[in-house]
């Protein structure tokens, strides 16, 4: 793998649009015998992924925030280090890991390896590449500078140009949340959103928290801030 991860931080180094940039990911991985490949950035309680994976279990794993629960992501949060995984079943498995297992086997998800980064600012990005078979990633090398740093490359390249995630965590924020989030990034206090508004200051405080948990934010700045990242506002 480690001359596959020198071949991906050329590829994407010479990549200048999202098509070929995802479109070399899918050819290296395939190429290197994996069946699919998986970029996950984490953000607070909210992820979006670049991926390849059949899109009803992206669908799933994304509606029923499986992120919370996948194995994989937690590991690579302990570890920040490339790791091969493989979702063969033991008894001393938790019965939710078994499920989760179980139902990413369904679509062709049985070992693969990860690549974890930090991302800056709290954030976690990370690359898996996936295979059918359980046994076939453990048989990998891993360089965990070459592989760390390709997938730095990717992270960088893939920011740079703005891509568009193929799937990212539901928001589901209401008008009026919505409102008061685009008044706080114009500058406007709690109080003076409520003149504008015609409502009350507890009105206004209730409608930020509620978007404050809706993003996974811990504060009206990051959530104002994550709600134009992701074209909310």
Request: hydrophobic letters at 45%; proline letters at 3%.
């Amino acid at each position: 793998m480690n001359q596959w991860f020198e071949r991906l931080t050329e590829q994407v180094a010479l990549a200048h649009d999202e098509a070929t940039v995802k479109a070399t990911l899918e050819k290296l991985s395939r190429e290197a015998g994996f069946r699919a490949y998986a970029y996950l950035n984490l953000q607070a309680e909210t992820q979006t992924a670049i991926s390849n994976y059949d899109v009803e279990w992206q669908q799933r794993y994304f509606e029923k925030s499986y992120a919370l629960i996948d194995p994989v992501v937690r590991n690579a949060r302990d570890q920040l280090e490339a790791f091969a995984w493989s979702n063969e079943g033991s008894l001393r498995m938790s019965k939710e890991r078994r499920n989760f297992y179980g139902e990413a086997g369904e679509f062709g998800i049985r070992s693969g390896i990860s690549i974890p980064i930090k991302a800056g600012f709290g954030r976690m990005a990370m690359l898996t590449l996936a295979s059918e078979d359980t046994d076939f990633a453990l048989g990998q090398q891993l360089n965990p500078v070459l592989a760390a740093s390709a997938v730095a490359q990717l992270h960088a390249r893939l920011e740079g140009l703005g891509a568009k995630p193929t799937f990212r965590t539901p928001i589901r924020l209401k008008a009026d949340e919505l409102t008061c989030l685009r008044w706080s990034a114009e500058g406007k206090s709690m109080r003076a959103i409520a003149i504008i508004e015609n409502t009350t200051y507890a009105n206004v405080a209730f409608f930020i928290r509620n978007a404050k948990a809706a993003l996974g934010a811990t504060t009206l700045p990051q959530a104002t801030a994550m709600a134009k990242e992701f074209g909310l506002i």
